[in-house]
C-alpha cells in the first residue's frame, strides 16, 4: 500500500485545517488507518485511526474534542479535521496502513501503536504560529 498525504500548511492558533491520505496499490490489504505526528525533539505519537470496513474510531489523548478523523472508502482516502489549534499541535502528520492481520481483534489490540501499522506516508507538515 503506498500512502499520500496532503493538505499541510501554516495555520493560527485557533484555526482550523483539513489533512487527507489517499491509500493506493493493494489497498484491499488494508484494515485500518492511522494518523500519528511527531513534533521536533519529540516522540512519534498517535493521534487517530479508523477502520476501513466498520468505521470505528479512535482518537490519541485529549485530541477527541478538537480532532475529527473520517474516511471515504471509494477514494480510499482518510481525513483529519483539526479545530482549535494550537502552537503545540506543531508536527509533521504521518498517515500509516495496516492489516492487522484482517483481524478485528488485532485492530483494536494494535491500532493506537505504531508498530501495528505495515505502510506510512511521507508526512505533511503541520505549523501553527500565534
Known amino acids: 500500500v503506498q500512502l499520500q498525504a496532503s493538505g499541510g500548511g501554516s495555520v493560527q492558533v485557533g484555526g482550523s485545517l483539513i489533512i487527507a491520505c489517499t491509500a493506493s496499490?493493494?489497498?484491499?490489504?488494508?484494515?485500518?488507518m492511522g494518523w500519528f505526528r511527531q513534533a521536533p525533539g519529540r516522540e512519534r505519537e498517535f493521534v487517530a485511526t479508523i477502520g476501513w470496513s466498520d468505521g470505528s474510531i479512535a482518537y490519541g489523548e485529549s485530541l477527541e474534542d478538537r480532532f475529527t478523523i473520517s474516511r471515504d472508502n471509494a477514494k480510499r482516502t482518510v481525513y483529519l479535521q483539526m479545530n482549535n489549534l494550537k502552537p503545540e499541535d506543531t508536527a509533521v502528520y504521518y498517515c500509516?496502513?495496516?492489516?492487522?492481520?484482517?483481524?478485528?481483534?488485532?485492530?483494536?489490540?494494535?491500532?493506537?501503536?505504531?508498530?501495528?501499522?505495515?505502510?506510512w506516508g511521507q508526512g505533511t507538515l503541520v505549523t501553527v504560529s500565534s
Open positions: 500509516a496502513s495496516g492489516s492487522f492481520g484482517d483481524s478485528y481483534y488485532a485492530y483494536h489490540q494494535l491500532r493506537r501503536f505504531q508498530r501495528g501499522y505495515d505502510s
Open positions: 496499490g493493494r489497498t484491499s490489504s488494508s484494515y485500518g
